[in-house]
């Protein structure tokens, strides 16, 4: 270790030495880069500036709130409410409260069938898929055949509130018939399997216990219609399957389907926009499957 | 600056209680406002804590790692809003020990998911996420059929009690029958859960079988839970704004 105030300048880089002298050997004492002081700088003065206009320090049970005023809750609120707006000049539309009459509206349809598509696929999509498929107990939504209506007003009540999911909801319940002895279930479920094709006995034991049971639902041999929640039984729109085999554990365990209401999820209007939406999947691809 | 930097290097003790300042500074605005947490985040007066089922549901959400993927907290942000509800506050998870936010989302986010599908959904998801969400990248669940264990659930209330989670002493001793009670409506039971844990409670067979209690009952209990413990959040989106 030298001196302190011997200033040795180096000559090659024009650096001072940081005056150490291990054998000989030197360090140079680089400066720091100008321009890392001048952000560390601003970086000071910004956080200052920060501290000044922006929700900051805490002090006990508040905080500095900043001159700006800023509050990031009501940001987002008020930020949600513009996009809100900015949708109400058409979608208001879709409270009207005959929405059949929307459907001819086709400059207004065509408008709006993009943002009713990306609605569908945030709320329907993960139960009766993204073309309206159908799951495993999820109905198809695009074959033309309905529980109790393909009207949109119908349809737009069944999203409203739901499928036994409340008090105001569609019931639909397929008691359990365990009851009966495993003999007769199988006997019906057998008898039921064969409805589609047309050509069940209608003299047989299964068809009178059919019709003491299963008729006032499902109507006079099955063919459905009532609207009361249970399907047709001669066509293949059954939700569940309608081979014996399931129609007995249909039979031994009933049904329950339940779907949700969407009443305060999503407001009226998009409720209209889905059912159009919905009534306008089972019209373009309902031809096609039947 | 390089003098000053030079002399300023010599002072090591000064150095030292520089360091100590700047870091208290960060200590103190990060711990500070948790002495007064107490008054300072309101609990929702509508608050309920979860049913003895939500909570093992809870446990078993912990245990298979779904908040490694799911977060449950809405941000306030105007889309998120949009896309999910109102945005989470801090009261929501007052009873929540630990709290599960989260902050990577690889699936969606949880926070207002109760109500928004059915049991079923729920179960043929679990089971097999691609029968219904083809393009899904959910791990499947199926071991959940099993048997529920309830018999660490009066431990545990008892535990949520004493870090202050409002369970009272019938609820408590009431734990693992109102656990097996909620999945299934028509026992005696039924009434009492939501006697306790109020009217809003759902009580159903989740997995669509009310002989056995079994783990999937409980998860979907949880998940039909979330979001509807209280109203508050709605209340908040809806106030007027400046």
Not at chain 1, 35 to 48: K, P, Q, T
Not at chain 1, 75 to 95: H, S
Not at chain 2, 72 to 80: F, G, I, P, T, Y
């Amino acid at each position: 270790m030298s001196g302190t105030d011997t200033r040795e300048v180096d000559p090659v880089t024009g650096h001072d030495t940081t005056g150490h002298n291990w054998n000989g050997i030197k360090e140079l004492n680089t400066p720091f880069p100008k321009l890392v002081i001048w952000i560390l700088a601003l970086a000071f003065l910004y956080s200052v500036v920060a501290w000044i206009l922006l929700p900051a320090w805490p002090t006990g049970r508040d905080y500095t709130r900043g001159l700006l005023g800023l509050d990031q809750g009501t940001e987002a609120v008020t930020g949600f409410r513009e996009i809100a707006a900015e949708r109400q000049g058409w979608l208001d539309r879709f409270e009207a409260p005959d929405i059949a009459a929307l459907q001819a509206d086709t400059g207004l349809m065509r408008q709006a069938m993009p943002a009713a598509r990306r609605l569908f696929d945030d709320n329907c999509a993960a139960c009766h898929g993204t073309s309206g498929q159908g799951g495993p107990g999820f109905p198809v939504l695009a074959d033309g055949y309905w529980l109790w209506s393909g009207d949109p007003a119908e349809i737009a009540l069944t999203i409203r509130h739901g499928i036994n999911a409340n008090e105001e909801s569609r019931i639909a319940e397929m008691p359990a018939f365990n009851w009966m002895s495993a003999a007769e279930r199988a006997e019906l479920a057998g008898y039921v399997a064969t409805l589609p094709k047309g050509d069940a006995d209608s003299d047989s034991p299964a068809a009178a216990i059919f019709s003491e049971n299963c008729a006032a639902c499902h109507g006079d041999g099955g063919t459905g219609g009532l609207g009361v929640g249970a399907p047709s039984l001669t066509d293949v729109s059954v939700l569940y399957g309608q081979d014996a085999a399931t129609v007995l554990q249909t039979l031994t365990h009933g049904r329950h389907g339940v779907m949700p209401a969407w009443a305060g999820r999503l407001s009226e209007a998009e409720i209209n926009l889905l059912a159009l939406y919905v009534a306008d999947l089972a019209e373009t691809k309902g031809e096609v499957a039947k | 600056m390089l003098r000053l930097h030079y002399n300023l290097e010599k002072l090591s003790m000064g150095l030292v209680g520089a360091i100590i300042v700047a870091a208290s500074i960060g200590g103190l605005v990060e711990i500070a406002p948790l002495f007064t947490i107490d008054e300072t985040v309101a609990v929702p007066d509508d608050l309920r804590p979860h049913t003895p089922l939500e909570l093992a549901g809870r446990e078993i959400y912990i245990r298979e790692g779904c908040y490694a993927c799911h977060s449950q907290m809405v941000r306030s942000l105007a889309d998120e809003i949009d896309r999910y509800g109102p945005y989470s506050l801090a009261g929501e998870s007052a009873y929540d020990h630990p709290m599960l936010w989260g902050s990577k989302r690889t699936g969606p986010d949880l926070a207002r998911l109760g109500g928004k599908y059915s049991d079923l959904w729920h179960v043929e998801h679990l089971v097999d996420p691609r029968s219904v969400v083809p393009a899904s990248i959910m791990p499947a669940y199926p071991w959940l059929a099993r048997p529920l264990d309830t018999g660490l659930l009066h431990d545990k209330l008892a535990t949520l009690a004493r870090l202050g989670v409002p369970y009272d002493e019938a609820m408590i001793a009431a734990a693992k029958t109102d656990a097996l009670a909620q999945s299934r409506p028509d026992s005696d039971g039924a009434e009492a859960v939501t006697v306790r844990y109020g009217g809003k409670v759902a009580v159903r067979a989740f997995d669509g079988d009310p002989e056995t209690l079994t783990e999937m009952d409980a998860v979907v209990a949880y998940l039909q839970s979330l979001g509807t413990l209280t109203e508050a959040p709605y209340r908040v989106l809806a106030e007027d704004r400046p």
